[in-house]
């Protein structure tokens, strides 16, 4: 049993442990009013100076502690108690600070796991020509198809254009407010799309091209690289994607539908002016659009003109115009240029007997025709039409006729069904629908089907009107000739050309 004397000594003990608890309580309780105080301004107290406030103030209650044990006799064991009390306040401090520090070691742990995944992903498409959010940029050459580009599958918007002024005072402002006009244009945006689509391919082809053509080539190698990366770019798909006719690339005095068949030698010289004239599709909108192609600066003012012809062209199309206001636009800015090439001095001429037209889906001739000189017909152009605006000038007579050997070929879109006798007939006829359909072809496309012996078989074809011939178009030899042309949409709200681009 304890003494009396251990038992007050021990009573004496407990009282100064809980007076020192008390005490550490409300210094606890000053600590955490110190953090909640707030001073008038609104400025909170910075807590590095709490800290330190809070450092001081644990030095002079160890010095209080201290002389306590001396006062009251007391242990070891008894000045423990508030020692272990401040202890703990010290490690949680330790802890917030040992917590920080893990989360900047966890934040460094973390970029560089990062570091490390990016170092072990492939060099793909998107690592040599990334745009940074994981959709690939176009390569050079071109390697990546347009639907990659544009993975949400919104394609760029052409050149959007006011309609001009009518006779009767309405404005092309009128239809761009109307809120019934944007929504009827809403509605068709999937057939706009397609036709971005492919004028986006055009486009990357096209520049692909003008960087890579140079003097010396063979025709044929001109025409089948542009004809590879049409494919690709296009994402080529039987008759839902590809080519929409063959790549035209009429030389001097020929001014359309050349392209050259399998074994043609044709080279491209320095002084040669040449028209190249291609298509893609997607399903069966067509981009038709062409620019010209020279290295001897003597034709620049031929080009200058017939660009500056389409241009206007393009200017003056709108819902309600008639067509012939379009053809005298356009010869009236043609015809005012004049070109001096190796001495001798020219008017450019518009070629009366070319022109635009209007195209609908699987058809490059849909039946309206848009002249380039004046008298020509009064047929209005109407809202959602497609049209190729394209002008042809020339040094010549201004007037074209067939030359050359036959390359291009298209099904009659109107011819019904005609009964063939021969085998070889009907296998051509299979082909050709299998292949292209109603849209133009080439002999070479033809080589590249797998067809073999097919002459007898394609003059059948024509001479029944199943398929017709477009030979070369040419004016007087010796004369130059120029061609600019854009794909345009009639859109209710506005006139949009959608073939644009950086080059023309």
Known sequence: MASDEDIDDTYAEEDVEEKEEVDSDAEKKVDDDEDDYEPEDGRKKKKGKKRKAKGEGKKDKKKKRKKKKKKAGAGEAAAD??????????????????????????????????????????AGADDVAGSG?????????????????????????????????LKDGRTGKDRFTSEEKR???????????????????????????????????????????????????????????????????????????????NGDKTVLEFDDITKIDFGTHINGRIIDCAFTLAYNNKYDKLIEAVRDATNTGIKAAGIDVPLCEIGAAIQEVMESYEVEIDGKTYQVKSIRNLNGHSIDSYRIHAGKTVPIVKGGEGTLMEENEFYAIETFGSTGKGMVHDDMDVSHYMKNFDQSYIPLRLASSKSLLNTVNKNFGTLAFCKRWLDRAGCTKYQMALKDLCDKGIVEAYPPLCDIKGSYTAQFEHTIVLRPTCKEVISRGDDY
Request: proline letters at 7%; a negative charge.
């Open 183 to 261: 929504a009827i244009d809403r509605l068709h945006n999937d057939m706009y799309n397609e036709a971005r689509h492919a004028a986006e391919a055009h486009r990357q082809v096209r520049k692909h091209m003008m960087g890579w053509i140079k003097p010396g080539m063979t025709m044929i190698e001109i025409v089948e690289e542009l004809e590879k990366y049409s494919r690709l770019l296009i994402g080529e798909d039987g008759l839902k994607a590809g080519l929409a006719f063959p790549t035209g690339c009429s030389r001097n005095h020929c001014a359309a539908h050349y392209t050259p068949n």
């Open 81 to 122: 108690v508030p020692i272990e009390g401040n202890g703990i306040t010290d490690q949680l401090a330790e802890c917030d600070l040992n917590g920080d520090a893990q989360e900047e070691k966890g934040e460094e742990a973390t970029k560089k796991k990062k570091k490390r995944r990016n170092k072990n992903k492939g």
């Open 133 to 165: 959010n994981g959709v690939p940029q176009q390569t050079s050459p071109p390697s990546i198809p347009i639907s990659q580009l544009y993975p949400d599958g919104n394609f760029p918007i052409g050149q959007e254009m006011e309609y001009p002024t």
